[in-house]
């Protein structure tokens, strides 16, 4: 089965050069976010080459930002979570 997630209830982090983690919210019932307090699914890349790490990583960190950015324009505070943190630091 598929599962469909609000793109700004995901948090995206790196790892390591070629190592990243998207975390997942919990499922609740017909896809619907899941209870407070629970936890998610933690799903892990490994990538070859450190280049494709981080094109990866350019195009997901830059597309949960434009997600948050356009969930205040809705009135959600999304100052909570993490996009992850940038490559090399």
Same mark, same amino acid.
């Given at each position: ?6 793109? !700004? ?8 050069? $070629? ?24 799903? $892990?890349? !490994?990538?070859?080459?450190? !280049?494709?790490?981080?094109? #990866? #990583? ?15 324009? #809705?009135?959600?505070? #999304? ?11």
């Amino acid at each position: 089965p598929v599962a469909e997630f609000d793109l !700004r209830d995901i948090s995206y982090h790196v790892c390591g050069p $070629a190592s990243h983690e998207l975390q997942l919210p919990p499922l609740g019932t017909a896809g619907s976010p899941g209870p407070s307090g629970t936890e998610g699914t933690v799903v $892990a890349l !490994r990538f070859l080459e450190e !280049r494709e790490a981080q094109q #990866w #990583w350019t195009v997901l960190s830059s597309s949960l930002r434009e997600a948050r950015r356009g969930g205040d324009t #809705w009135g959600h505070d #999304w100052g909570q979570g993490d996009t992850g943190t940038g490559l090399g630091t």
